[in-house]
């Protein structure tokens, strides 16, 4: 049987690449590009609360990873490098296997070198614990913030909303799905893409940004408190996940789309005069990109409104927002 340090070294340590020092010594030793910032962000997945126990190993190295490179697109910083801290009741060869494949096919495909990390035992009740820190890069000044939107910018979101959300609910039994539809939205909470290069895009033409990691509400409040602002949002006008039209619920399509976490999609506001450039960016880089509502002037507050104009009416997904 391998120790542990063999374990690691078998499955995580490469040579460093552009990296001066990587995996192996006390410390990785990194220099950023000449004059551009670090942009660094860390998160933390934990067994029971942000994955289902049982998740498959290569998916959950792919999404440790993918929600790390996340915060990164949502800065419009491109992605260098990352560090990863296990916590495990047992090293678990196979586990461990499965889960760096799914790490690095991600790390590989988004210029990501991996360059340190710890493993450490939990204690038997304990579950698996992940945590990186991911390293990019910005030219100063370039960051999307999420202080950065204005009084009547528009509000844009990428691709769809709620379909990592209904994924869940699928897991869990709560909703029952076709085969098709429920292998689609498992695909949207176990596997999604950091919208990178929109985010690199955008540098320049958004206002403010944020991902979509706790639901479209709660992540827009998060703009419109950083920001001063308010918000208005055609809820109609949300893109969502094309699994809901064949479920006829449209108290938990409310519900995923505007509070579903997990899309990792962008959230973003741009000058009302920029929008021909961003729906040419959507036909260049071939990925939907909707305008769903304005930045208002005043108190920071966030209403959704239906096709006529008229106030939704409060619902359980987001009034706690309010
Ligand atoms: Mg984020």
Redesign the pocket.
């Known amino acids: 049987m391998p120790s542990e340090f063999e374990l690691i070294r078998h499955f995580f340590e490469r040579p460093a690449r552009s990296a001066r020092l990587g995996v192996g010594d006390d410390c990785a030793l990194i220099a950023p590009s000449p004059g551009m910032d670090l942009a660094v962000s860390t998160d933390m997945l934990a067994e029971g609360i942000h994955f289902l126990t049982g998740t498959d190993a290569r998916r959950l190295g792919h999404k440790s990873l993918a929600v790390n490179i ?2 990164l697109a ?1 800065m419009g910083a491109s992605p260098r490098w990352a560090t990863l801290a296990l916590a495990m009741p047992t090293a678990d060869e196979a586990w461990l296997s499965e889960f760096s494949a799914g790490f690095f096919a991600l790390a590989d495909r988004s210029g990501v070198e991996l360059i340190g990390g710890d493993t450490t035992r939990s204690s038997t009740s304990a579950s698996i614990m992940i945590c990186i820190t991911i390293f990019g890069e910005v030219p100063p000044g370039d960051a999307l913030l999420r202080s950065g939107a204005h009084p009547g910018d528009d509000i844009w979101v990428s691709g769809e909303l709620g379909g990592a959300a209904l994924g869940l609910a699928q897991r869990l039994g709560r909703v029952t799905l076709s085969n098709q539809d429920a292998d689609y939205v498992t695909r949207r909470l176990e596997l999604p893409d950091p919208r990178v290069e929109l985010g690199l895009r955008l540098r320049g033409l958004a206002t403010g940004a ?2 979509v ?1 706790d639901g479209f509400a709660g992540d827009l409040m998060h703009i419109l408190e950083r920001s001063g602002a308010g918000a208005q949002v055609h809820y109609e006008s949300l893109p969502r996940c094309a699994a809901f039209a064949n479920l006829g619920d449209p108290e938990l399509e409310q519900r995923c789309v505007l509070s579903g976490g997990d899309d990792y999609e962008l959230i973003f506001t741009a000058s009302a005069t920029r929008r021909d450039d961003v729906e040419r960016l959507a036909r260049e880089l071939k990925l939907p990109l909707a305008c769903v509502g304005t930045m208002l002037e005043g108190e920071r507050k966030l209403e959704f409104c239906d096709a006529a104009g008229r106030a939704l009416p409060a619902a359980g997904g987001f009034d706690h927002f309010k």
């Open positions: 996340s915060d949502a944020i991902d990691s």
